[in-house]
Structures are given as structure tokens and as C-alpha cells.
């Protein structure tokens, strides 16, 4: 089993709707949870983080993490083809001091116009 | 403020050359990490170090790679000989060390793009 699991997708929704990314992670102890975007040719770039049960909200995203299910997911309402891209989810490894993350291997969104 | 910077951004060399990759992480960042981003293999974690001292060289895929850290404002990661395999991006990325427990996001660089023909 992988450590942190993503749908490669792509995921396809139209402009407007609401596109849902899931992540399941493997280590019952993990604390850190985090969303990266990453445009094709560029660098990830973090776009949230969580770390406590619940949702997280920030304009049109929100994250929401379930530690019983070991699930984290990222919403982003009122999606636009500018958030094309691959986004990918990356977890923290329980008791590791020195800051190391396991990434999934990102989930394709195609939003089209 | 700066983010972390890599160079080159490009480097195109042929099979058994020497490559090195510089970074300068964000100041006040006192974790670094190298990656290696293929489409096969994604996203995969090489070496990192905390306070300048390598802590995790696992992902380092052969006596091949070497990497360094002499301060706090810069490291290396060094490929000698070079092999075609070897082509990807290569980002580097740091954070702040959190909490025992939990973690800071890291930031990373816009990579180096590495072609070895």
C-alpha cells in the first residue's frame, strides 16, 4: 500500500462546479497535511495546509481532514480553467523532527469552459 | 521576500560530464530538501537536511549523487558521472522546522531542468 494515495485522474468539471481532489495516507500518526498546485512546467506551489479535524477555508478552497479515515480532500468551489493543473496532496511523516513529507502522485484537473 | 532560488534553470550536458545544482534556500529556513520530478516516477524526495547536516539520504539513487550543505544560504547537489537517466527536473525546496509533531509547509524553488544526452 502506498503511503499517500491519489486518483491520477484527469478529473474533468466544468467551469463553475465544484471539483472535489481526495488523498487517503497510511500512517495513523500523521499531523501535517498539505495541498500543493502544480502548473505543468512549474514548481509545486502550496496553495493549504491543515492540521487540526474539519474543514479549512481560503476563498475558493477548502480542505477537510478526517483522521479516523485517514482522508483529506480539497474543494474548490466556483472552479475556472486557470486551476487546470496538478495538484498534489503531501502528508507528514509521524514523529520525524526533520520536516520530511511524502507526496501522493497528484491528481490532473482539467476544468473546461 | 526572496523564495528559494535554484540554478541553472536549465543545464543540457552530455553522458559523463560533471553536473552540480546550486540552491539558496529562504533565510531563516532551516530545513532543505532535493527532489527529483520525473513522469514515471513523480515526485521523489533525494536528501534533506536540517541546520546544514544531512539527515535523510535514502532517496539519493546512487554513489552518483552527492550533496552538500556548507551554510545556511546554500547547498549543492552534485552528479558525477552524469547518465541519461538522470534527466529530469530537479527542485529543491526548504521550511522552517515546526513542532516535534507536525511540520511547516516547505517552499520550493522553479527547479532545474536537467537533460543529459
Known amino acids: 500500500q502506498k503511503e499517500v494515495e491519489q486518483n491520477s485522474g484527469p478529473l474533468s468539471v466544468p467551469e463553475g462546479a465544484i471539483a472535489s481532489l481526495n488523498c487517503t495516507y497510511s500512517d495513523r500518526g500523521s499531523q501535517s497535511f498539505f495541498w500543493y498546485r502544480q502548473y505543468s512546467g512549474k514548481s509545486p506551489e502550496l496553495i493549504m495546509f491543515i492540521y487540526s479535524n474539519g474543514d479549512k477555508e481560503d476563498g475558493r478552497f477548502t480542505a477537510q481532514l478526517n483522521k479516523a479515515s485517514q482522508y483529506v480532500s480539497l474543494l474548490i468551489r466556483d472552479s475556472q480553467p486557470s486551476d487546470s493543473a496538478t495538484y498534489l496532496c503531501?502528508?507528514?511523516?509521524?514523529?520525524?523532527?526533520?520536516?520530511?513529507?511524502?507526496f501522493g502522485q497528484g491528481t490532473e484537473l482539467s476544468v473546461k469552459p | 521576500d526572496a523564495g528559494v532560488i535554484q540554478s541553472p534553470r536549465h543545464e543540457v550536458t552530455e553522458m559523463g560530464q560533471e553536473v552540480t545544482l546550486r540552491c539558496k534556500p529562504i533565510?531563516?529556513?532551516?530545513?532543505l530538501f532535493w527532489y527529483r520530478q520525473t513522469m514515471m516516477r513523480g515526485l521523489e524526495l533525494l536528501i534533506y537536511?536540517?541546520?546544514?547536516?544531512?539527515?535523510?539520504d535514502s532517496g539519493m539513487p546512487e554513489d552518483r549523487f552527492s550533496a552538500k550543505m556548507p551554510n545556511a544560504s546554500f547547498s549543492t547537489l552534485k552528479i558525477q558521472p552524469s547518465e541519461p537517466r538522470d534527466s529530469a527536473v530537479y527542485f529543491c525546496?526548504?521550511?522552517?522546522?515546526?513542532?516535534?509533531?507536525?511540520?511547516?509547509?516547505?517552499?520550493f524553488g522553479d527547479g532545474t531542468r536537467l537533460s543529459i544526452l
Open positions: 525546496a526548504s521550511s522552517h522546522k515546526g513542532r516535534q509533531y507536525s511540520n511547516q509547509p516547505q517552499h
Open positions: 503531501a502528508v507528514n511523516i509521524p514523529y520525524n523532527q526533520g520536516g520530511k513529507l511524502i
Open positions: 537536511f536540517n541546520n546544514n547536516v544531512p539527515i535523510d
Open positions: 533565510s531563516g529556513h532551516n530545513s
